[in-house]
Structure formats: C-alpha cells, structure tokens
C-alpha cells in the first residue's frame, strides 16, 4: 500500500479545495452558474458564501423567472 502526503498544512480549518483553487477560478466557475446553483453554493461555507455573494457574478442577472404578479 501506498501513502500519499500533501504539500499542504493538514491544521487548516478551509476545506482542501480553498487551499488548492485560487478564488479567481472559483469565481469563473461560479460564472457559468445560473442563480439557483450559485445560492446553493453560496449555502456550503463562508469563503463561498463570500465569493457567490461577489458583485461580479450578479451584474447580468435575469430575474424574470421569478417574477409574481401581486393581485
């Protein structure tokens, strides 16, 4: 059997992926999103919550399909 180190510190508290991934591609990830999915990510943890939050990704956002008309 074979053991596999990481390079990086095992006492991080920020999941792995958030150590690995610059927050650049993260954002250019959550680009192709569409607003239900980038919610949801906004939901798995703070430094998410913070990069889905990012005006970058709400400035071509079409609310039309949740729209309701108040009676």
Known sequence: ????TTLLP??????LI??????????RIFSFLDITSLC????TCRHWNLLALDGS???QVD?????KDIK
Do not use: G, H, T
């Open 1 to 4: 059997m074979y053991l596999i």
């Open 63 to 67: 609310l039309f399909q949740f729209q």
């Open 18 to 27: 958030n150590r690995v991934l610059p927050k650049e591609l993260i954002l």
């Open 57 to 59: 990704n709400w400035q």
């Open 40 to 43: 949801r990510c906004a939901q």
């Open 10 to 15: 095992a006492q991080s508290d920020q999941p």
